[in-house]
């Protein structure tokens, strides 16, 4: 009996002692590799010490200087278009009669139809293209590599440019839309398309291909791999990519004025039918007139784009931050 206890106290002494040693063992593991990549990475000799000093200071002012000028910019508008801040700013229709009581309401509402039809076609029409590039075209078939081509180009043509096509095709010709809210959307969208299928296609190539292996060696489909394994782990950058088009597309005023964005509204627009004006739009127009009362009206029409910029972003970066993963 004694035998057997000393026995079964030493088993389970070692029993206990195994997540131990294994813990020990990873947390040694861990260290050899941390010691690994640094004697790889780390600068070798003093040149290279002080070239990555110098590369760290040249980041860390171009970081800098872009946080003064924004916040400079923020700060002069908040002095200067103080007295306007109030309730009749985003409530109170545009008058060139009585300027101290008139607002952007007309242009925000505009502004809000504009956006919300860029983002109801770059996301579908963006990821769709970006997971047909990524997924299922063949590079090696010449429209294909066409297709890729003029999307990279399309991504630094000028604005005013996608405004003569919207005016053209959309507005009239083949479109016949006429000026209205729905012409403004279909072509910013066409304007932030391109960033959007080019940031979406590196959020696509960036999720691990072990995740496609998996998931095809379970007998899933490549639809079925895409739509429920890529997509939700591609999400995060493929919002990002929304972002960066959505803030370029609410500061656009040149392709809308030449698809219908007027400069007064005194009613509040509809999305397929009437006037319609936006904010960058309204904001030129208050600046551009002689009296003071409409340049103190055109630094607080900023802040309220800056604050409906911030509003749209903030909803995306919420989602983008849910979905995110870390591999």
């Known amino acids: 009996m004694a035998t057997g206890g000393t026995q079964e106290t030493q088993h389970n002494r070692e029993k206990s002692a195994g997540p131990r040693r294994t813990s020990e063992r990873t947390r040694l593991a861990v260290a050899g590799a941390r010691a690994a990549g640094q004697g790889l990475y780390s600068p070798r000799t003093a040149k290279h010490r002080i070239t990555n000093t110098l590369f760290s200071v040249v980041l860390l002012v171009g970081l800098g200087t872009a946080l003064v000028a924004l916040v400079s910019i923020i700060t002069w508008a908040l002095i200067e278009g103080w007295p306007r801040l109030d309730a009749n700013l985003f409530l109170a229709g545009p008058s060139t009669i009585n300027p101290s009581e008139a607002g952007f309401r007309t242009a925000i509402i505009g502004t809000l139809y504009v956006i919300g039809g860029v983002i109801a076609l770059i996301v579908p029409l963006g990821v769709g293209a970006a997971i047909y590039l990524e997924e299922f075209a063949d590079r090696e078939r010449w429209y294909n590599r066409f297709i890729e081509l003029n999307i990279q180009n399309l991504a630094g043509v000028p604005s005013i440019v996608f405004g003569i096509l919207g005016l053209a095709f959309i507005v009239r010709g083949l479109g016949n839309f006429g000026f209205v809210a729905a012409a ?144």
């Open 184 to 327: 403004g959307s279909m072509t910013l969208a066409l304007l932030v398309l391109p960033t959007v299928i080019l940031a979406s296609r590196e959020a696509i190539r960036a999720v691990p291909s072990s995740v496609r292996n998996g998931s095809l060696a379970l007998g899933a489909t490549l639809w079925q791999t895409v739509w429920r394994n890529v997509l939700p782990a591609a999400a995060p950058g493929i919002l990002t990519g929304v972002i960066l088009g959505v803030a370029r597309a609410i500061g656009e005023a040149a392709p809308l004025l030449l698809v219908g964005a007027v400069t007064f509204v005194v009613y509040d627009p509809s999305f397929f039918e009437g006037g319609y004006s936006v904010l960058p739009v309204q904001i030129y127009n208050y600046a551009k007139r002689p009296q003071e009362e409409f340049h103190v009206m055109a630094i607080a029409g900023v802040l309220v784009m800056l604050v409906v910029l911030m509003a749209i972003n903030s909803f995306a970066i919420w989602l983008r931050n849910r979905y995110e993963k870390k591999w």
